[in-house]
């Protein structure tokens, strides 16, 4: 996913408008410690306790989990092509309001490929930590979603009608 996403990065539009990087600053806080927590054997050792055993029907369910989170949020990315932004949600030159692909299904489907991929990695490791890890990534993936709406609202005169159509983060109910 890192690659795709640094990839991406080169070849996308200019930057009209951003958001104030205030008001990211906290969100991503809590992505990076989220996957800090997530990815660290640190945290395991030190309070190994786990909600979820481990055995192997969870880990392969976890690890399919990790890819198809990972696949949809590359594929949303792809459909974003020249338009997509990056960490911190933008306003490009000549953007364009997406509907089509995973845009068709919600309205931030990176963000629930992150979600999905994060779930199941935690299903997979099923300690208390990974899970509190899924927790930090939501809260700050709902934040972002927060101040991503308003920016959508603001730039794209149809996009409140995209809103009533397509759910938010999961399909056909928020």
């Known amino acids: 996913m890192f690659v795709v996403w640094m990839l991406g990065r080169i070849s996308n539009k200019k930057t009209l408008r951003r958001p104030l990087w205030s008001k990211y600053v906290f969100t991503t806080l809590l992505l990076y410690l989220g996957y800090f927590f997530l990815f660290s054997p640190y ?6 306790y786990h909600i979820t055993p481990q055995n192997k ?10 890819l198809l989170g990972a696949s949809f949020a590359i594929w949303a990315g792809f459909t974003l092509g020249k338009n997509w932004s990056g960490i911190v949600a933008t306003q490009k030159e000549g ?3 997406i509907k089509s692909g ?10 629930l490929g992150f979600f999905i991929s ?5 299903l997979a490791v099923g300690t208390i930590v990974a899970y509190m890890a899924v927790l930090l990534g939501l809260t ?3 934040l972002r979603i927060w101040i991503e709406e308003k ?6 005169f149809d996009y409140r009608e995209y ?9 056909f109910v928020w």
Do not use: D
């Not at 029907?57 to 990790?66: D, E, K, P, R």
């Not at 995973?102 to 963000?111: A, D, G, Q, S």
């Open 43 to 48: 945290f395991s050792r030190i309070w190994p």
């Open 57 to 66: 029907f969870l880990g392969i369910i976890g690890i399919l989990l990790c």
């Open 95 to 97: 953007h364009k309001l």
């Open 102 to 111: 995973p845009y068709n299904i919600v309205r931030h489907p990176i963000y």
């Open 118 to 122: 994060m779930l199941g990695f935690a």
């Open 140 to 142: 700050a993936l709902l």
């Open 151 to 156: 920016l959508m609202n603001e730039s794209f």
């Open 163 to 171: 809103s009533c159509k397509i759910k938010r983060l999961i399909p």
